[in-house]
């Protein structure tokens, strides 16, 4: 993830590492959209049914990357290139998550 100026108005690139950085932030901010997708998804076996609920929380999720991205570019930069380059092992990178979260806590 570069963390130049072009870049920050951009989400990051979804790769795991980011997902995994995010994860805290993502449950926090998008738990009821990905709560009502789940439930559609229980509830209907008929994927196309909930294919909205399943946009509404990709939605949330990139929306939620640009201000993360916005808010502690270097602090995420930080943490997902720890993460991507430990197999996304938290244990290996908690300097770099207490920084994070720090700069933008969950």
């Known amino acids: 993830m570069d963390v130049s100026a072009d870049s920050v108005d951009r989400a990051p690139i ?8 995010s994860s805290k932030h993502i449950a926090s901010k998008c738990g009821a959209e990905n709560r009502a997708f789940l439930d559609c998804k229980k509830n209907d076996p008929n994927p196309e049914k909930c294919l909205q609920k399943g946009q509404n929380v990709t ?3 990139i929306s939620l990357l640009r201000e993360l991205n916005t808010k502690c570019p270097k602090a995420m930069e930080s943490y997902t290139k720890c993460m991507d380059y430990y197999s996304n092992e938290f244990e ?6 207490r920084e994070f979260e720090a700069s933008c806590p969950p």
Do not use: D, G, I, N
């Open 92 to 97: 290996l990178c908690r300097k770099e998550q």
């Open 59 to 61: 939605q949330c999720v």
């Open 14 to 21: 979804t790769t795991s590492a980011v997902l995994m950085s």
